[in-house]
Nanobody, 119 residues
Framework: QVQLVESGGGLVQPGGSLRLSCAASGILFSTYTMGWYRQAPGNEREWVGTITRDGGTKYADSVKGRFTASRDNAKKMVYLQMNSLKPEDTAVYYC?????????????WGQGTQVTVSS
């Protein structure tokens, strides 16, 4: 059974920091590209950032320079360090695991963790 479990969300003031964690089980973690997404009320889910199997990262323009993804393959963990948080970062944050080797694909989601940025 595949599980992705996010943690680390909460309430933080503007300008503050949070670190989200995602614990994976049931997958060969090191072979998956891991992603972070978020969804604010009334909005569609949007991509935040990705970290590849080899540790390469890409980020949405809205978070570039403020958010940093990292992973620990031995612990089957992926992290999202969020600095200089803004009210517009308020959303439910989701962890995603993707394995794509054409023609096959496996894709999994966590249950999400709430991040609220407010004074």
């Amino acid at each position: 059974q595949v599980q992705l479990v996010e943690s680390g969300g909460g309430l933080v003031q503007p300008g503050g920091s949070l670190r989200l964690s995602c614990a994976a089980s049931g997958i060969l973690f090191s072979t998956y590209t891991m992603g972070w997404y978020r969804q604010a009320p009334g909005n569609e889910r949007e991509w935040v950032g990705t970290i590849t199997r080899d540790g390469g990262t890409k980020y949405a323009d809205s978070v570039k320079g403020r958010f940093t993804a990292s992973r620990d393959n031995a612990k089957k963990m992926v992290y999202l360090q969020m600095n200089s948080l803004k009210p517009e970062d308020t959303a439910v944050y989701y962890c995603n695991a993707d394995w794509t080797v054409v023609p096959g694909r496996k894709n999994y989601w966590g249950q999400g963790t709430q991040v609220t940025v407010s004074s």
